[in-house]
C-alpha cells in the first residue's frame, strides 16, 4: 500500500514537499514516480527515481522539482519549488516491482496565482 501527504494550498513560488510512504520494503520495487491529474485532464507522469537512485524529470518541472527516496523510511518523496498555478492538481505515487503495480491515493496540491 502506498500513502500519499503532503499537498496543500501555496501562493505561486511557494514550496511543498510531497510524502509516498510504503507499507511495503521500496527496495523491492523497481521503480517509483510521481503522477498528477488536473481537473478536466488525464493523468501525467512527473518524475521517475529507479532502484539505483536515477532520476528523471518530466521537462516542465526539471530544475524545481526534485524526487527522493529514503530506503530507511520506506519513502518518496517529491520537494516542489518554485510553484506555478498550472502546476495544481492531485498528486499521486506510483510504485513497480515485478509483480506489483501500486497506486497511492491522492493529494491536492493548489497553487494560487
Known amino acids: 500500500q502506498l500513502q500519499a501527504s503532503g499537498g496543500g494550498v501555496v501562493q505561486a513560488g511557494g514550496s511543498l514537499r510531497l510524502t509516498c510512504a510504503s507499507s511495503?520494503?521500496?527496495?523491492?520495487?523497481?521503480?517509483m514516480a510521481w503522477y498528477r491529474q488536473a481537473p478536466g485532464n488525464g493523468r501525467e507522469w512527473v518524475a521517475t527515481i529507479d532502484n539505483d537512485g536515477t532520476t528523471k524529470y518530466k521537462d516542465s518541472v526539471k530544475g524545481r522539482f526534485t524526487i527522493s527516496r529514503d530506503n530507511a523510511k520506506n519513502t518518496m518523496y517529491l520537494q516542489m519549488n518554485g510553484l506555478k498555478p498550472d502546476n495544481t492538481a492531485n498528486y499521486y505515487c506510483?510504485?513497480?516491482?515485478?509483480?506489483?503495480?501500486?497506486w497511492g491515493q491522492g493529494t491536492q496540491v493548489t497553487v494560487s496565482s
Open positions: 506510483n510504485a513497480a516491482s515485478p509483480f506489483s503495480y501500486l
Open positions: 511495503r520494503n521500496i527496495g523491492s520495487f523497481t521503480f
